[in-house]
């Protein structure tokens, strides 16, 4: 049992700031990739960005120069900083890990998304 926990969602002007945290908790061996997905109204889930054990990021082009993942091992935890918000990206966003625990294989892991709106 794996529970991912995202905080940081909220309200924000086009222009400003917000970042995200998601928490992993449970019986964890190691966690591999984490990762941040969103999804807007009446849209499919994309890709905003990821970052593997050793710290390798990898971002939707959408985001690129905007956005910055990172994470802190110690804390089984991984962050979006969002900065120069557009409206564009509002939407429900998603904590991803590939986690391995003490008795099963490596497998994703969701939270249950915390709402970002992007308005004035």
């Known amino acids: 049992q794996v529970q991912l926990v995202e905080s940081g969602g909220g309200l924000v002007q086009p222009g400003g700031s917000l970042r995200l945290s998601c928490a992993a908790s449970g019986s964890i061996f190691r966690i591999y990739t984490m990762g941040w997905y969103r999804q807007a109204p009446g849209k499919q889930r994309a890709l905003v960005a990821t970052?593997?054990?050793?710290?390798?990021?990898n971002y939707a082009d959408s985001v690129k120069g905007r956005f910055t993942i990172s994470r802190d091992n110690a804390k089984n935890t991984v962050y979006l900083q969002m900065n120069s918000l557009k409206p564009e990206d509002t939407a429900v966003y998603y904590c991803?890990?590939?986690?391995?625990?003490?008795?099963?294989?490596?497998?994703?892991?969701w939270g249950q998304g915390t709402q970002v709106t992007v308005s004035s």
């Open positions: 991803n890990a590939d986690v391995e625990t003490y008795h099963d294989s490596a497998s994703d892991y």
């Open positions: 970052i593997t054990s050793g710290g390798r990021t």
